[in-house]
């Protein structure tokens, strides 16, 4: 049998104007959902930025909800690669960190008008069922263990070890708590600027990944970051003198019920 020659159709006027429509159509609806909210936002907004009738938005997309998702898997598919180009080059825990740190310091330096709305849309989702579902299977496709196989050996190793007796989390699970952290992160910056300065920001973003994805032993605990200064043993005179403190107060508030 003779080799067959597999022959691309290219594209016709039609085909072309209808992808340039939704390309244009989605990056209007970025805009309009950034600026007004998921719940804010309307399509005939939306078109008129686009330079299009609303029925062109009906002709691509069933709904807002619809159109909102369509943007979601676009920008979900380029952060999954952001991550995977950044990991690519690993060849260590440190390196790994560091690509981490930049990625998602990177997120809540420019990217703080998305991280607020995808946090906007989580809580519509939760009081909407078909939202709910979709937004699930995002979530699972954007962490399940296929996309991460092609990752250097370092990144698949992440997880193994149990410093001081405790288990460290895997890929998947780690970094969907860093994606569900930075976005509260960039929200909360809003009402304390003060506080959680850039610089800050970048350090607890480090001390999350590396408590997440590094290996722990190194990491400084909650409270040896809260009260610097203290030692170990300090810590936990500290952990015990609280814990008697409030058997105490149990103990007289049951003497007083009896009363």
């Not at 990056?27 to 399509?43: H, N, P, Q």
């Not at 250097?152 to 860093?178: C, D, F, H, I, T």
């Not at 350090?203 to 032993?217: N, P």
């Given at each position: 049998m003779g080799t067959q020659t597999v022959i691309e159709l290219k594209p016709n006027k039609h085909q072309l104007r209808a992808k340039q429509t939704r390309e244009l159509l989605l990056?209007?609806?970025?805009?309009?959902?950034?600026?007004?909210?998921?719940?804010?936002?309307?399509?005939g907004e939306i078109a008129t930025l686009a330079g299009r009738s609303k029925g062109a938005i009906y002709g691509h997309f069933k709904s807002k909800e619809d159109l909102y998702f369509a943007l979601l898997e676009e920008r979900t598919s380029g952060y999954r690669e952001r991550v995977e180009a950044a990991l690519v080059g690993c060849k260590s825990s440190k390196e790994i960190s560091r690509a981490l740190v930049d990625?998602?310091?990177?997120?809540?330096?420019?990217?703080?008008?998305?991280?607020?709305?995808?946090?906007?849309?989580?809580?519509?989702?939760v009081r909407n069922h078909s939202a709910k579902k979709r937004l699930q299977k995002i979530n699972k496709n954007l962490y399940y263990r296929e996309h991460l196989k092609d990752?250097?050996?370092?990144?698949?190793?992440?997880?193994?070890?149990?410093?001081?007796?405790?288990?460290?989390?895997?890929?998947?699970?780690?970094?969907?708590?860093?994606?569900?952290?930075?976005?509260?992160?960039s929200l909360e910056e809003e009402f304390g600027p003060d506080v959680l300065i850039q610089t800050k920001m970048k350090?607890?973003?480090?001390?999350?990944?590396?408590?997440?994805?590094?290996?722990?032993?190194n990491v400084a605990s909650a409270a040896e970051i809260l009260l610097p200064g203290l030692s170990q043993d300090a810590l936990n005179a500290r952990t015990i003198a609280n814990r008697s403190m409030v058997t105490a107060q149990i103990k007289r508030r049951s003497q007083r019920n009896k009363v």
């Open positions: 990056k209007s609806a970025e805009i309009v959902f950034v600026r007004d909210g998921y719940l804010g936002a309307e399509l990625h998602f310091f990177g997120a809540v330096k420019e990217d703080k008008a998305w991280c607020r709305l995808l946090l906007e849309f989580k809580l519509f989702a990752l250097p050996e370092p990144w698949a190793s992440l997880g193994r070890r149990k410093p001081n007796g405790r288990s460290v989390l895997g890929p998947q699970a780690a970094l969907a708590s860093m994606a569900a952290i930075v976005p509260a992160l350090d607890v973003i480090t001390s999350l990944v590396e408590a997440l994805l590094i290996d722990g032993s």
